[in-house]
């Protein structure tokens, strides 16, 4: 039978790691607290002290990295279509806070529009000591990557990026065309499948030294089981896939660098930190403080 003790991991409750404080990634430039992806997103990320901003790319029709991440731009402004079939003069016109809802249930960005920038403003916009991660966001892959390689060639900031993508293919893309000049994180997939592995199998598989890896702190699993006769799924809701022995494992590898995604909790952020997590992402850079704060309360 598949063990999933592992998996359960440990809850962390009213500790102060004796480890420094995770690096904040603010999620899509701070997605709960403005309209994500937008230049007053990255303003009130930095100002809320955000140390990295997590942006998401696709590419216009005409060829212009911008930062948008929905396939549809339906889901997030005023207009309908993908990014990819409007040229940069079209997406000019889209308010890209349209849909953004407060905390009181109101739109306020309805009156007062947010643009969708390009990479290019976003690079221009943040001090040079913030690093960036820049996430993938559109097929094909390889149209959205040499956007942004135009962009970071002309701005002079492949220092300045790290690239992501839950696409295999992205990071194949990168390191066939740009591995001279590209750092990038570990394929989701070899991160997800090394941390699966350790937990269900027993078998640590450290990465490469230096590796930059990034996945959930717990989320939902399928686990299958196959048969002669057939298949068994079963879910595990959540799963905690960084636990103590995870931590233990890609720590062996030397300079490797742990991003927890999720982290929107104090509990999220307490045990994130107690692992000794490199770094989280966090939807709302304004919560952090609090977050920190309920470290040091009793039972917090």
Known sequence: MVSLALLAGCSVEGVRSSLPAPAVVAHRAGTADAPENTLLAIRKALANQSDVLWLSVQVSADGVAVLYRPADLSALTDAQGAVGTKSLEQLRTVNAGYQFKDAAGDYPYRAQPQAIPTLAEALRSVPTSIPLFLDIKAQPVGNVIDAVARTLDQ????????????????????????????????????????????????????????????????????????????????????????????????????????????????????????????????????????????EVQPGG
């Open 155 to 294: 701005q002079q900031a492949w220092s300045r990026v790290r690239f992501y993508s839950t696409e295999r293919d992205a990071s194949d893309y990168l390191a066939q065309h740009y591995a001279d000049r590209a750092q990038r994180f570990e394929s989701r997939d070899a991160t997800r499948n090394r941390l699966v592995d350790l937990a269900l199998a027993g078998r640590c598989s450290p990465p490469a030294a230096g590796t930059w890896m990034g996945i959930e702190l717990e989320r939902d699993l399928t686990v299958t089981e196959q048969f002669t006769l057939g298949s068994s799924s079963y879910q595990v809701k959540p799963a905690r896939l960084w636990t103590p022995q995870a931590m233990a494992c890609v720590r062996r590898a030397p300079g490797t660098k742990v991003m927890m995604f999720g982290i929107n909790s104090a509990q999220a952020y307490g045990a994130a930190h107690e692992l000794g997590a490199d770094a989280v992402m966090v939807d709302s850079p304004a919560s952090v403080p609090a977050y920190r704060r309920a």
